[in-house]
Every structure is written in C-alpha cells, then in structure tokens.
Nanobody, 124 residues
Framework: QMMLSESGGGLVQPGGSLRLSCTASGRTFHSYNMGWFRQAPGKEREFVAGISGSGARIHYADSVKGRFTISRDNYKNTMNLQMNNLKVEDTAVYYC?????????????????WGQGTQVTVSS
C-alpha cells in the first residue's frame, strides 16, 4: 500500500504563496492518479486539484483555478501544489491522496487514501 506524507503548510498573509509537497512510498507511484483536497473547520471536504499518473491531465476546482498549480515528479515519487495569491478562504488542512477515479468532475469522495494532512492558514 502506498504511504503518503504532506509537508509545506504554514501561516501566510493574504496574497502570499506556499508550496505543498507530497511524498509517496512504493515503486508504482507513476500508475496512480493523484490529487489534493482540503477541509476547513466545520466544512465538507473539498476537491482542490487532480493530476493523472503521467501528468498529462490536470484539473482544478473553480475556487483555485488560476492561483494553484499541481505538478508531479514520478522519478522522485513526489507531487507538489504551488499556491499563489492565497485568500483567507483557502485556510484548511490540505491532504494529498490517490484518486480511484479520474474524470473532469472529481470530488473529494473520489480519493481512495490520503496522508495525515498539513495545515494552511491564511491570515493577516
């Protein structure tokens, strides 16, 4: 079973940037569709971004489109989420996970497993 670990969260002011990283164990990382979802206090889990195993297909939630960029390096078993122009409403725990289904209307329920999460707080 692939193990996932997130890092890179923290406290940032509105308009700032953060880069989240996800490290995966195992030798079959390239065969997994991957992505990020987030959960804010008292709210449902929200799909953020997804990337296919080869990296050829990428999808974003409308709420982050144009501000966040997902990428992966299958040689290093890593995936990143570059977050720019952060807003207060981006505050949440961010999780990386692998997607059991990959299609254009993915939701947080499409994730099969995920890491322990990393806190992102956007506040002035």
């Amino acid at each position: 079973q692939m193990m996932l670990s997130e890092s890179g969260g923290g406290l940032v002011q509105p308009g700032g940037s953060l880069r989240l990283s996800c490290t995966a164990s195992g030798r079959t990382f390239h065969s997994y569709n991957m992505g990020w979802f987030r959960q804010a206090p008292g709210k449902e889990r929200e799909f953020v971004a997804g990337i296919s195993g080869s990296g050829a297909r990428i999808h974003y939630a409308d709420s982050v489109k144009g501000r966040f960029t997902i990428s992966r390096d299958n040689y290093k078993n890593t995936m990143n989420l570059q977050m720019n122009n952060l807003k207060v409403e981006d505050t949440a725990v961010y999780y990386c996970g692998w997607l059991r289904n990959y299609y254009s209307e993915m939701t947080a329920s499409d994730f099969a497993s995920w890491g322990q999460g990393t806190q992102v707080t956007v506040s002035s």
